[in-house]
């Protein structure tokens, strides 16, 4: 009889055991799982809602910059807004008293709905005079950007420096202007 009973013990441990190990596969695992990707996904959402939260709050003055921006770029006429750039130019130079040795334009369309004329150009100077060039580029009304800038020696003392800058002004398509 006691064979018997060990018998029937074992059969029910061992259903157990494999019942058990159902479960874990079959129900826990997959439930943990769920949990985990939910939890990610509800991470997901706060950082999104949050920086909702942080646009909403500086709504109005990115409505001001996007008006200002608006207000400010280039004509839709192509020669008209490269006109206004080599004004730009042309103020720069005078006020930071460098000379460009080489000015390569070019525009550029983007899918987003705007275009950029992008410069690439030479200047000579010395440190104080490029440094100005720079801050007249960054502070121009025309919404402008610098996106590359290299500065380089020309003399082995290093009084006279030769900058070659990438900069970009852009020019928001009338359809996008619509919106």
């Known amino acids: 009889m006691e064979s018997k009973n060990r ?28 949990w985990k990707a939910q939890g990610e996904r509800l991470a997901e959402v706060r950082v999104k ?14 409505r001001g910059r996007w008006n200002e921006m608006r207000r400010t770029d280039l004509s839709e006429d192509h ?23 080489n000015l390569t334009p070019q525009w550029r369309s983007h899918d987003e709905g705007y275009d950029t004329f992008e410069c690439k150009a030479t200047a000579t100077g010395e440190q104080g005079t490029l440094g100005r060039l720079i801050y007249e580029i960054e502070s121009d009304a025309l919404p402008m950007r610098i996106e590359e800038c290299e500065v380089s020696t020309r ?3 290093g009084q006279q420096l030769a900058l070659a800058v990438k900069f970009s002004a852009v020019r928001i398509r009338e359809e996008r202007r619509a919106r």
Request: proline fraction near 1%; glycine fraction near 8%.
């Open 7 to 34: 018998e029937t013990l074992l059969k029910i441990a061992v259903g157990a055991v494999v019942g058990l190990f159902v479960l874990d596969r079959m129900v826990l695992g997959p439930a943990i799982e769920g």
């Open 155 to 157: 003399d082995a003392k």
């Open 49 to 62: 809602v949050e920086r909702g939260r942080h646009l909403l709050e500086r709504e109005k003055s990115i």
């Open 79 to 101: 020669s008209a807004a490269e006109n206004e750039v080599f004004k730009s130019i042309g103020r720069w130079a005078s006020a930071s008293r460098v000379s460009f040795t």
